[in-house]
């Protein structure tokens, strides 16, 4: 696929944001029902599928947002994976899932395999899938043991985009470098097992950097010559696309984009019953933005 | 409730493990069927309730296992903290969620908040719910807000019972202590707020703090005079008794201790047909062995 930008629109579809057309129906003075408010998601989210498709290569779902609302929600979370694997998008569960030995093997499975279950028919998984790493290597080594055999991906969060995260991950060790650099060189050293590193010379496990920490961008690039980034928080969050090039490497490869709300919810700011038209508009304009940041 | 010590029973059922008269039916030449696999997983896990619920006040779902088997795992999941509660069991959600913003207030209504959907029948969730802190405390406030409105509680992770969480966990800091103990530091600022500490002096923001660790442990018990620490990894995993004193204060209160499978699976090292009468020997026994070291 050449859409002519490494970006990626992030679904973060919040029930009471969706466009008022696909809440009827679904809204009580209670609240919607979980199995309402879960097509409802589902709905919009195909609905921004078919709008950015032409202009971005890949997406990345949130799973909280579809949790919130239990079983029902899953269902529809899975069920938008598949559909937008089967439209050729390239998919990022964003699950953050971390847990140590058999239990990290079991989130591998139900959060990055292709399922394979007779009674819920042939699905297709995410194409990569976010991890935490606080637990450390062996408690990511099941989600790559998965990821290595189903030839897909993994991003383990390294730099968060919440102003919070500085308490933790800017703490200094003792040598200098912060605790991000540190979970940097983590990831660096466990994805560079040549099982794990493609002809691209990009290891199959991946970072998240944020882009609102501009300041910290250049040395976890640095620290991880072989990850592609996941750079989340452009747009709403305050991520400014001159604050980007420090992700990419000289060759102008090694990231992917993020931006959420500021696409998904395009409609909110041009009014209007073309709630689609608003969608692809700021999805093309957003990946513009990054394709002429990334111009010689 | 007085079952005599501060123990927890982790029910992390893999449904290869299960006793054989529970997967009659469901196993096929591919495997069993989702829905087949949840529903075993389902009636074995009530099957450890009803065993184990004389002995011990508190059991930790694995939601990773459940997970596994995608929605209809979930639904299996949800049910279960459901009669767990029912049964008058503390019951703690062990998914160890962790994301920023809105995302994070998702992951709190739907893993720890009581569902209230008009669909899915009345339920009741978790009591508390592991978190994962690496993302900082602005992450954090979303499940602490929702706690503190349902009056539930939350452990984040802090130390695992991993071997190799000591990659980054032990990583020293520039003051001299570990990202552990820093770790261990923010969530005792953030849990010393005064609508979060009840009447017995504790905070409902906890810690897990691995019992595989026990030389980190006075340091970490030191750090989080509020934090009540969930500890697990006895057993199995490896943790002894002797070890655990330092989880406690000298008054013997502050921490619950854990054990899954040496208890759950204790019918594999017996044999025979009661598999329930082997999982309530070891529950037994497990309570025992905490009692007697808690003992003056």
Not at 60 to 75: H, T
Request: charged share 20%; hydrophobic share 40%; proline share 6%.
């Amino acid at each position: 696929m050449q859409t002519g930008a490494p970006v990626c629109v992030g679904i973060d579809p919040v029930y009471e944001r969706l466009p008022r057309s696909l809440r009827a129906g679904a809204d009580s003075a209670d609240g919607p029902d979980a199995r309402d408010a879960a097509d409802a998601l589902l709905k919009f989210s195909l609905g921004v599928l078919d709008a950015v498709r032409e202009h971005v290569p890949c997406i990345k779902i949130q799973s909280a947002c579809f949790e919130r609302y239990l079983w029902p929600g899953v269902e529809a979370y899975h069920k938008l994976v598949h559909e937008a694997r089967q439209r050729g998008l390239i998919v990022i569960g964003d699950a953050k899932r971390g847990d140590i030995g058999i239990s990290a093997a079991h989130y591998a499975a139900g959060c990055l395999a292709d399922p394979a279950f007779a009674d819920l028919g042939t699905m297709l998984g995410p194409d990569a899938l976010t991890i935490n790493a606080y637990l450390g290597p062996d408690a990511i080594k099941p989600f790559i043991d998965l990821a290595t055999e189903q030839g897909k991906g993994l991003f383990a969060l390294v730099r968060t985009s919440n102003p919070g995260s500085d308490t933790l991950q800017s703490a200094k060790l003792d040598d200098g470098q912060t605790v991000a650099q540190a979970t940097a060189r983590m990831l660096a050293d466990l994805g560079a097992a040549p099982r794990l590193v493609g002809r691209s010379g990009y290891s199959l496990l991946g970072a998240v950097v944020g882009a609102t920490k501009p300041d910290d961008i250049a040395a976890l690039r640095d620290a991880m010559p072989q990850q592609i980034l996941l750079v989340p928080g452009f747009g709403a969050q305050g991520g400014q696309a001159q604050d980007l090039k420090a992700c990419f490497k000289p060759d102008r490869t090694g990231a992917v984009i993020t931006a959420s709300r500021s696409v998904i919810y395009a409609y909110e700011k041009t009014g209007g019953d073309n709630w689609q038209g608003a969608v692809e508009s700021a999805a093309k304009q957003f990946k513009e933005q990054v394709a002429s940041m990334l111009r010689p």
